[in-house]
């Protein structure tokens, strides 16, 4: 596939050697050419307009003109700006620095006090509205489609006009794919060495990821390069902007939040700390920088500047000399004055010495031509597309012309090229650049439908990587595993992997749960002790212990949580006394107790925080609270779910997306300390009431999930007389009229006659031949009614109902199968004989319940 042929730098040459000057609209192309003089020439031959108005290089004047109109005038810096902008682009396409005023909707009093005040300046747009090339000069115009209005002004009468492109077509190389932006940098890391990095340039949007990525790994490599990072993007700036900013960051500024900031001032600190506030913490590493922001709006930003390059023992002159150019250095850093420093960062380029050697980085919107022989273009994605200025003094057909033609120019650029490129990002079809639709006839979509190469594994480079040595070493095999660990497992092998390497945040939730949970055990131990005094002295201890985590305005409303928690949690024992524990080997003490330590009592009752690790099963865990042989009750302070959620989550074949074993687990071990007992599995959701109790409308109910076992399976607990019995006193109202007139024994023949199918779908049960048997038994008994067949129906839906609300003995003989599975497949990949896979046995992952996700690989299994 093809388009129309840039000329070659040197065939373009030959065509404009023999004028005085040639005029071309790409500071590049000026360079190459004049790099190409074979004769002695007098003055000037290959220039744009721009310089050759302003006799010197080019400038960038929209930051001039902004620095002297904000040390001019008392204008604010945004509207000044804005205003700057539209005049100086308004008088590139229409000629005359007045133009902006015909153009009502964009004048006010800021744009006419900026354009008096402009008028005064030798800007270079100035320059050119003055400017005439000497009509005695033979002229030659290369790309004049490419000149914009005011840079055509100063062309002579006469002229003679050439072409970039030529009658011969340009064979576009293959698009190389790689599944990563990291693989295509790796890629061209690959490519340059010492001896060739003057002959290499990398194309690329400024903007995007591969732009810090190229960088990063040059300078980790020792590549020289130039075209990089700009004045703002030089780390010691961007560094002490950073810390500007996180110093009017307000009081809920987070560790994690600058954390960034805090590696770049060499500061160490614990990844647990991520999630609390910057000035709760207490931590010597962060005495520093507390100091620095908690006392930043009394100091200059000259002062903050010293204070910054003391820390960090390097020199920031140039951005010093920035700070007296805008004439903060002796204003004081407040938010305001920090705002608008940034606000000028990110307007305006302020230009920076660079040692043009090594590889060239070009810009792919600001280049139309790059004078080396071999160019990588890095992305050619839909972010190549120019943006045109959305201004009725911007002829949008002719910048668009000026657009695609520099990106088929710079296509071209090189001896020889290199299009690296992705086809899908982030689980997204990345769209080729726009400009590629016009360019090509071709139909596409991605890059995979044109001339392409597909590289999906990457070698790595060869002989630099990690050394490996071998180890003789026995791994530890895993031989019980908690109910939490085998929920990250079974959701992600992955997840639970980096779960083991990789440290986390603490979590406010996590705080918070611990001290209720020690609070209900402090409570059960020494109910007598507690009072309404001791209730307020809990709540002030947890607002004081959470408070690194949490926001001064929500303060109120956490006493209020924390209140109400602990009030139900009373109210809860009181009327549940849990039971003495005699039947209960001793408690080992297991942890500690921020209460029992706080108070001075001890807690070691055996009924409360009950650790456990079951090797026969391996299975373990803590018991939060024993309340009787058969119940067990676990204390939840996050949102209710039903019994039947609870049941759907404790799926194994195949798991479900939201996975949590807790109830399963808790009662296969406690069947083994209770065999062949009815048990109970409760969970006490605390602050499920928390608005009903402001209300006064609370109800302890409402607080309970409690998932029964039965020590029989499901058929033998449908067809027993205590279910039978439980419909007849409890159950819909025809289905309580018509089993009350059959005997219990009629009601287990239907066993006898039909299997029970196992569903938890009514219909599907209804409409099976048990559904048909039991319909036609009871018709039989009690008489052909309407309400005998509904009444039917009902028991049956009964009947799933309790399938789907509690656990039988085959599912906790299921499970503790599939722990054994688990446990032996785990210890397999740990040994090394397997990887550990990022999907789950239920397939992929539900990303929202892992951990570690910046860790897993989207399309690795």
Not at 419 to 433: E, F, I, M, N
Not at 721 to 731: S, T
Request: charged share 30%.
């Amino acid at each position: 596939m093809s388009f129309a042929r840039a000329k070659p730098i040197d065939d373009l040459y030959e065509e404009v050697a023999d004028y005085d000057l040639v005029v071309v609209p790409d500071a590049p192309l000026a360079s190459a050419l004049n790099r190409r003089i074979k004769r002695p020439h007098l003055g000037t031959f290959a220039i744009t307009p721009r310089r050759l108005a302003a006799g010197r290089r080019e400038e960038a004047e929209d930051r001039i003109a902004f620095l002297e109109l904000i040390e001019q005038t008392d204008l604010d810096w945004k509207r000044g700006a804005y205003a700057i902008g539209n005049i100086l682009q308004c008088w590139e396409h229409q000629g005359s620095r007045e133009a902006i005023l015909d153009y009502d909707a964009y004048v006010d009093a800021a744009t006419r006090q900026a354009v008096e005040h402009i008028a005064d300046l030798g800007t270079t747009s100035q320059r050119l509205t003055e400017y005439r090339i000497d009509a005695s000069q033979n002229v030659a115009v290369v790309g004049e489609d490419q000149l914009t209005q005011l840079e055509r002004s100063i062309l002579p009468a006469e002229y003679d006009a050439y072409d970039t492109f030529d009658q011969q077509v340009f064979e576009y190389p293959p698009f190389h794919i790689f599944d990563s932006s990291t693989a295509i940098v790796d890629t061209v890391v690959d490519a340059v060495t010492d001896e060739n990095a003057n002959d290499i340039a990398v194309v690329l949007n400024r903007e995007s990821e591969f732009s810090a990525l190229i960088e990063a790994v040059f300078e980790a490599n020792n590549i020289p390069f130039y075209g990089g990072p700009g004045f703002a993007d030089h780390p010691d700036h961007r560094t002490f902007v950073q810390l500007l900013r996180a110093a009017h960051g307000g009081s809920d500024t987070r560790v994690g939040d600058i954390r960034p900031l805090l590696a770049r001032l060499d500061i160490s600190l614990a990844v647990e700390h991520d999630e609390k506030r910057l000035y709760e913490v207490e931590a010597a590493e962060l005495d520093w920088v507390v100091d620095f922001c908690t006392h930043i709006e009394e100091r200059t930003f000259s002062d903050a500047l010293t204070r910054f390059e003391d820390k960090t023992d390097r020199r920031l002159d140039a951005f010093r000399d920035e700070l007296d150019a805008l004439g903060l250095a002796d204003a004081n850093a407040t938010e305001r004055t920090v705002e608008q420093l940034v606000f000028y960062l990110q307007s305006y380029e302020v230009p920076v010495d660079r040692d043009n050697e090594g590889v060239l980085l070009a810009d792919a919107k600001s280049a139309a031509y790059v004078d080396r022989p071999v160019v990588f273009y890095l992305g050619l994605d839909e972010d190549w597309t120019h943006s045109p200025p959305r201004r009725p003094w911007v002829d949008q057909d002719a910048q668009y012309t000026r657009n695609i033609t520099q990106f088929q120019l710079l296509l071209q650029s090189g001896a020889t090229q290199y299009y690296l490129v992705q086809d899908a990002r982030g689980g997204s079809s990345v769209t080729p650049c726009l400009y590629f639709e016009e360019l090509l006839d071709e139909e596409f979509e991605r890059f995979s439908d044109l001339d392409a190469t597909s590289h999906t594994r990457w070698d790595g480079h060869a002989g630099r990587g990690f050394e490996k040595e071998s180890v003789d070493v026995t791994t530890n095999e895993v031989s019980t595993i908690s109910q939490s660990t085998l929920s990250t497992y079974v959701n992600s092998p992955r997840d639970y992997f980096f779960d083991r390497l990789v440290e986390g945040p603490d979590k406010d939730y996590l705080k918070e749960g611990n001290l209720f949970h020690d609070f209900a055990e402090f409570y059960v131990t020494h109910p007598e002790f507690v009072d309404a005094e001791i209730i307020d002295d809990v709540v002030s201890y947890m607002l004081a212990e959470t408070r690194p985590f949490i926001r001064s305005v929500d303060e109120a409303t956490r006493r209020t949580k924390y209140r109400a928690g602990l009030e139900t949690i009373v109210a809860f024992f009181d009327e549940n006394t849990p039971v003495d524990g005699e039947f209960l080997t001793p408690t080992s003490g297991w942890g500690s107790n921020a209460f029992a330590e706080r108070f001075d009592k001890p807690v070691d009752s055996p009924v409360t925080e009950r650790w456990f690790e079951n090797e026969t099963l391996g299975l373990k865990g803590k018991i939060d609270l024993v309340h009787s042989p058969t119940q067990l009750i676990d204390h939840k302070s996050s949102s209710r779910k039903s019994a039947s959620e609870v049941v759907t989550n404790s799926a194994l074949d195949p798991p479900n997306d939201t996975p949590d074993f807790q109830a399963l687990l808790y009662l296969a071990h406690w069947r083994s300390q209770q065999p062949d007992q009815h048990l109970e599995f409760t969970f006490f959701h605390f602050l499920e009431t928390l608005d009903d109790i402001v209300t006064g409308d609370a109800d302890l109910e409402d607080t309970l999930t409690t998932i029964s076992y039965h020590p029989v399976s499901f058929k033998e607990y449908a067809a027993s007389e205590a279910f039978f019995e439980e419909v007849v006193a409890d159950g819909a109202n025809k289905c309580q009229k018509t089993l009350s007139q059959v005997a219990y024994a009629d009601y287990a023949a239907v066993f006898d006659g039909a299997s029970l199918p196992a569903t938890t779908d009514s219909e599907e049960l209804i409409n099976s031949p048990f559904g048909a048997e039991l319909t036609s038994q009871m018709k039989d008994h009690v008489g052909d009614y309407k309400y005998v067949e509904t009444g039917c129906e009902q028991v049956m839906r009964q009947l799933t109902r309790t399938r789907g609300q509690a656990f039988f003995e085959g599912d906790l003989d299921a499970f503790e199968t599939f722990v054994d599975e688990r446990l032996e497949e785990l210890n397999r990949r740990r040994a090394g004989e397997e990887r550990f896979p990022v999907e789950g046995l239920g397939g992929e992952p539900n990303y929202r319940y892992v951990d570690n996700r910046d860790l897993l690989l989207e399309g690795d299994r």
